[in-house]
């Protein structure tokens, strides 16, 4: 008994207090987007938009996104004391020192003195009764809102210099006003005009607020209560409630009131929840490090309290106890576990057991030296010490307590196992250390049949049968299926799984390891976490970010898959699951993913610390961080409300100009479509999206066209576009939102482009007609144009070639006639003058024929027989063994009607007289033959029986062949050959010669 007790002595002198649970906060300053970070006023407007007048500027803060407004875009004075809405929706402005500037959506209108404000220092805005109450530095001003007439409240305005207007209230019909050090007012009209009728001198009131019939007074350095009736009696009535100078006050959805204070001149200043008697700091819980609070204003729509300080910018606390944080002194956070409706926090300074009930405050924390204290009686005690040698991961004996590392919190069989630098601890539920083992190991486990597994990074590991007796089975690192680099361990109905830091995943059952990486189911080699789940599914995180989902209880077949690309962060840190969901944790936070669902959690919603491990205990998430610890309301978040998604346009600009703020009602522009000239080609569009309550978690992608692919996702809702083509455009947006897992798409702007002058109808047909015209003039002028060209063209070329054929027929006249003369001379040398007259008749009859023939182009075929058979008889009658020749012709040749060049046939004869029949050969004979080829020729041939002579003698034997071969070429007006030899040595030769023909008409 007496050990029990000194063991909980132990633990509460050594139990340090840990800070009690934070609200999600964000700090906004000017480099967020405010204009100034000294914070005069805030208020909600009815379209939900915050409005915050600062020092320095007015801003808009819709969805996630600042607009700040200045004296240049119509504002009174760049400072903003006071905002209130009329019950015309217009909001109001007061400035302090340029009067009041009222917005009705769609443009800014000054109020001051020269229009009949009472004093340009405004202090306070109201608005009831159709009017706008003016609180001044000195007097009152009442507005009505919609004559726009001022009147100033007559008798309001005092010598005193601290008469500012600080509060109003209405009750039992009549309306007061308090002033700072003037007291209290009613506010008279009689029909004509407002009096100021003096209550009483009151106190020194900076702001006051009701609730029910009481009133709640702020005085200068306390909070005073009254009876709204015994207030207006009397101010020494009042019950002080508080010690501060409260300057504003709001309400939750809860109906907790939140009081802004500053003490000015005492440390008193901060956020205050008041609960009708007390005024209770928040500013701890709330995480606010400011003093100096003047505003505050709550956000029904999305829970979300803003807090505006004097030194520090804006705060935005969540309300909607969805993350709630506990921070741990600064410590991290090494585990969460949960044993018999305890919750135990494993962090540096060691093990928290916290019970769970609301109603149960008492906490046992067993620090460090507990655990060495557990060590060093292990070791007096003499009991067994592992060696390095055997391959256990070695322990340093001499560690002090405060250099104890924690590893691992895990709870099996109802004993909580601690795993650290100095050994592995077993605890039970009421923190007692009930077994020490001298083990050094980062990942430990328990396999389904309750075997203790140990590990060891740099060598094997060991699965214990009994670990108090030391009593395990070893497997070696050399074995390829042992696990090595262990980073975690998980356990299915029957069978215990491992990662591995670079040797993939393993599957340890019946006794045996295998590892899945070399059997190819899972070819990830560097896994970081796995969790089995519920519903029998193994989550792998992969080292790079890669989730896989492995069905654990079969073939370990690849369910799904979710790239780095699909989660927001690098690597994968943590992995649980809930219900149908899965829980990943990376970096930059948690994900809540099922397949109908994608949520993330993140900075945005108030988990400013990155994840370190995740833990579900019923329908909470708990996720340790390096500072602490989170708990998420997991079924809040799974079933909140997947509210739809608006958008709102408000900024256009066109080829890099932003178009007239004209366009814009409430700073959302008017119209559905804008129309653009042809050269208004780059587009700039910047929206808002509405029904949003962490802008910076949605995802947005466009198009241009329904038919169009999507661009890829971005976080911006600035998309520019750098040119557009002329045509109609529906420019659509796709909003994914992380928080709520809602997509939604959206018709942003519809854009229609004209048409360049160029490309419009009556342009185009005028062009097509124009152009058409010149075509067809064009056309016919080269067709006339190509035809003079052909027929001189053609003129011309016969002209050279009739030339060229009376050239040819010149060359051939003059070497006949020397061969004919020769023949001549012979005779006469031969002393016979009958044969030379003879022959010389014959002679000048065929030069007769010849000069005839020369100067005609075509003759007829009987004509060309003729000549020939008269040319032969010369030939044969200067011969001693004249030549037999026979001409045949076809019956399809006409002699009469059939016209040939002529001339052509008489040169090839004339060489066959000359060179195929030397003296020698006797029986001379030549066979000259016509036969009609085609329509437009025939073909001569001329076969003799002579010597023949070598194909390659052609050229120096045949001038006269070439010169027919030109002739024929000019006349077919064809570059092929029309004459073919076939000559055999002894034989004779066949030369066929193709030749033109034309039918006389």
């Known amino acids: 008994m007496v050990k029990y007790i000194l063991f909980f002595l132990l633990q509460l002198s050594l139990f340090t207090p840990l800070i009690a649970q934070q609200y999600p906060t964000v700090r906004f300053q000017t480099r967020d987007g405010l204009p100034n970070i000294a914070i005069r006023s805030l208020y909600v407007d009815s379209r939900d938009i915050l409005w915050i007048g600062t020092e320095n500027g007015l801003s808009k803060y819709q969805n996630g996104y600042f607009t700040n407004l200045f004296v240049e875009d119509g504002l009174a004075e760049n400072n903003c004391w006071a905002i209130c809405e009329d019950e015309n929706g217009h909001l109001w402005f007061g400035s302090y020192g340029g009067g009041v500037t009222s917005f009705d959506g769609d443009a800014f209108k000054i109020y001051n003195k020269e229009n009949g404000l009472v004093h340009n220092q405004v202090q306070t805005l109201y608005a009831a009764n159709k009017k706008v109450y003016i609180g001044t530095l000195n007097g009152l001003s009442i507005m009505d809102i919609d004559t726009k007439e001022i009147k100033t409240v007559k008798g309001s305005q005092a010598k005193h210099p601290q008469n500012y207007v600080s509060g109003f209230f209405q009750r039992h019909g009549k309306f007061y006003y308090t002033t700072y ?309 998980t356990s299915s109905p029957g069978s215990t799984y491992f990662s591995s830091a670079f040797s993939g995943l393993f599957l340890y059952t019946g006794g045996k390891f295998k590892s899945l990486l070399k059997e190819g189911i899972l070819e990830e080699k560097k896994i970081k976490k796995i969790h089995y789940t519920e519903d029998g599914r193994l989550l792998v995180g992969g080292e790079y970010g890669n989730l896989y989902i492995l069905d654990g209880d079969a073939d370990f077949k690849l369910l799904g898959r979710y790239s780095k690309k699909r989660l927001n962060g690098n690597s994968i840190v943590a992995l649980e699951d809930y219900k149908e969901y899965m829980v990943v944790g990376t970096e930059q936070g948690v994900h809540l993913i099922s397949d109908h669902s994608y949520q993330f959690y993140s900075q945005q919603q108030g988990l400013k610390h990155s994840p370190r491990m995740v833990k579900v205990i019923g329908d909470d998430l708990y996720i340790a961080t390096e500072a602490g610890y989170y708990k998420l309301d997991l079924k809040h978040i799974s079933s909140l409300e997947r509210e739809k998604i608006g958008v709102q346009l408000h900024n256009i600009s066109i080829n890099n100009a932003a178009i007239s703020k004209d366009n814009y009602r409430w700073f959302d522009y008017k119209e559905s479509s804008i129309s653009l000239n042809a050269d208004q080609s780059a587009v700039s569009v910047d929206f808002a999206l509405e029904g949003v309550k962490h802008p910076d978690l949605v995802w947005i992608r466009y198009r241009l066209n329904p038919n169009e692919e999507w661009s890829p996702f971005q976080q911006n809702t600035l998309i520019t576009i750098n040119h557009l083509n002329h045509g109609k455009y529906n420019l659509e947006i796709n909003a994914f939102d992380q928080h709520t897992s809602t997509s939604e798409t959206l018709s942003l702007l519809k854009i229609i482009v004209e048409p360049p002058y160029y490309a419009t109808p009556w342009f185009v047909v005028f062009s097509i007609f124009t152009l058409f015209l010149l075509v067809h003039g064009l056309f016919w002028y080269n067709l006339r144009r190509q035809r003079q060209i052909q027929i001189a063209k053609s003129n011309i070329t016969k002209r050279i070639a009739e030339t060229r054929l009376e050239a040819l027929r010149s060359q051939m006249n003059p ?52 000549y020939i058979k008269a040319y032969v008889d010369i030939e044969n009658s200067r011969r001693k063994v004249p030549i037999e020749v026979n001409i045949k012709l076809d019956s399809s040749l006409s002699n009469d009607d059939t016209q040939v060049p002529p001339m052509i046939v008489q040169p090839i004869i004339e060489n066959v007289f000359v060179h195929a029949f030397p003296p020698s050969r006797l029986k001379p004979k030549m066979t000259i033959s016509y036969t009609k080829y085609n329509k437009h020729s025939l073909i001569c041939s001329i076969a003799d029986n002579g010597i023949g002579f070598d194909s390659s003698t052609i050229s120096n034997q045949s001038k006269g062949l070439s010169l027919i071969s030109e002739r024929l070429k000019l006349q077919f007006m064809d570059e092929k050959s029309p004459i073919t030899i076939h000559s055999t040595i002894n034989t004779g030769t066949t030369i066929q010669v193709i030749i033109p023909i034309r039918i006389a008409t």
């Open 815 to 866: 070497h006949f006639t020397f061969n004919a003369l020769n023949s001549v001379q012979y005779y006469i040398l031969e002393h016979n003058q009958e044969e030379a007259i003879r022959f010389l008749g014959q002679f000048s009859s065929l030069m007769r024929t010849t000069l005839e023939h020369s100067s005609q182009a075509w003759i007829s075929l009987r004509e060309e027989l003729r």
């Open 181 to 489: 050090n003037n007291g209290l007012y009613e506010v008279v009209d009689n029909g004509e005009e407002f009096k100021a009728r003096k209550i009483h001198n009151g106190t020194m009131t900076l702001s006051l607020f009701i609730e029910g019939d009481s009133l709640y007074c702020a005085n200068k350095g306390q909070m005073v209560k009254y009876h709204i009736d015994d207030f207006i009696k009397s101010p020494d009535t009042g019950q002080p409630v508080g010690r501060s100078s409260v300057w504003d006050q709001t309400q939750d959805h809860l109906g907790n009131r939140y009081l802004a204070a500053w003490g000015i001149y005492q440390n008193t200043g901060g956020l205050y929840r008041f609960d009708a008697k007390n005024m209770i700091p928040m500013n701890q819980d709330f995480g606010i490090d400011s003093k100096h609070i003047l505003a505050l204003e709550f956000q029904k729509s999305k829970q979300q309290l803003f807090v505006g300080s004097h030194d520090k910018g804006l705060y935005r606390v969540s309300l909607d106890n969805s993350v709630v944080y506990f921070p741990r002194n600064g410590t991290e956070v090494k585990g969460i576990e949960e044993l018999n409706d305890k919750l135990l926090i494993l962090d540096e300074s060691g093990l928290e057991i916290k019970p769970q009930k609301r109603n149960d405050s008492s906490s046992v924390h067993i620090h460090p030296k507990t655990f060495k204290k557990e060590q060093e009686n292990y070791l007096k005690a003499g009991k067994y010490i592992p060696k390095h040698e055997d391959f256990f991961y070695e322990i340093d004996y001499t560690t002090p307590s405060s250099l104890i590392k924690f590893y691992r919190l895990s709870v099996h069989k109802n004993k909580i196992w601690i795993s650290t630098n100095i050994g592995l601890f077993a605890l039970n539920e009421t923190g007692e250390i009930t077994d020490y083992l001298p083990l050094h190991t980062m990942v430990m486990g328990f396999t389904p049949d309750h075997q203790l597994i140990e590990t060891n990074p740099y060598h094997g590991v060991r699965v214990y049968n009994d670990p108090q007796s030391f009593d395990y089975h070893y497997f070696p690192e050399e074995d390829i299926d042992t696990p090595t680099m262990v980073t975690d361990i």
